[in-house]
């Protein structure tokens, strides 16, 4: 069951009184930003100090155009974890979007389940991801997981507010209202997708450095990326609808959504998945 942020917070605290803090968590549920703002108030909370600039602390985020974590990132981590703490009693990683080491060969993601496995003494890792199904199993295994609710004014993705809108309509839970809320997620996405390729073009003009497969690289993940955000953008709008009631209904409509978001990580196609999920929170599937 998700958690809001505060109670997350309320968990953290509880646990780190009485000594039985795991060294491993995975923070998801939410975008990215609201992850990090988690993350950084957890480590805040921990430190009993700002995280920003303290001497134990250690932020990790994806570097380059193509957004991976690297491996060089992951053994500077591990040297930096190694050494005891200079103030607090503990060290502190946040490790930001950490789906992004697993990317194919997860070179970056082997090199740090040593950590996993046998963390150093006095540190405590963070992780962050809004795609838990994109990293490996054995890193989702040794981490304990936190889904958090997502907050109510994430940051605005174009024409989001109108598919939000017609999504949500009330009407009927039956065949008619799946296949309108696919043909609208579908009409929603193809947008999204021209959009970004026409925007590729023009940059691709101008920036002729990096290699022609990273560039496709990067604009797939920047595709997935898209399509992640909306639909966390459709969950956060089923738990507002909900306005604290958790209805089965919502409860269906959040769990339909999340199962969309995983097959769609396994490459399963799209309009098929789409059209299974809405038939799904209509009840029909």
């Known amino acids: 069951m998700p958690f809001p942020p ?102 970056a993601a082997n090199a740090f389940l040593k950590t996993l496995e046998e963390p150093p003494d006095h540190s405590l890792l963070l992780l962050t991801s809004d795609r838990p199904e994109a990293l490996l199993p054995t890193v989702r295994s040794r981490c304990l997981t936190f889904p958090v609710i997502p907050g109510l004014n994430p940051e605005s993705i174009p024409g989001i507010e109108e598919l939000v809108s017609e999504w949500g309509k009330p009407s009927p839970p039956d065949a008619l209202e799946a296949y309108r809320r696919a043909a609208l997620l579908q009409s929603f996405l193809l947008s999204s997708r021209q959009k970004l390729e026409a925007k590729s073009g023009e940059e691709e003009k101008e920036d002729r450095e990096e290699e022609e497969n990273t560039q496709s690289a990067a604009a797939a993940g920047q595709l997935v990326r898209i399509r992640e955000d909306v639909i966390s953008h459709l969950i956060r709008a089923a738990w507002a609808r909900a306005n604290g009631n958790l209805s089965p209904e919502i409860v269906r409509e959040v769990e339909s959504l999340e199962k969309l978001r995983q097959a769609l990580a396994r490459n399963v196609d799209q309009t098929l998945a789409i059209e299974v999920a809405c038939l799904r929170i209509s009840g029909l599937n």
């Open 6 to 107: 505060s109670r997350v917070e309320e968990i953290f605290a509880g646990a780190a009184r009485e000594g039985r803090l795991a060294h491993a968590h995975l923070l998801t549920g939410a975008p990215p930003a609201e992850l990090e703002k988690l993350g950084r108030g957890l480590a805040a909370n921990l430190l009993d100090a700002d995280p920003e600039g303290h001497p134990d602390f250690f932020l990790l985020r994806p570097e380059s155009k193509s957004r991976r974590v690297s491996i060089a990132q992951v053994r500077q981590l591990e040297h930096a974890l190694s050494r005891r703490p200079h103030r607090a009693p503990l060290k502190v990683a946040l490790i930001l979007e950490a789906e992004r080491m697993c990317i194919p060969p997860a070179e």
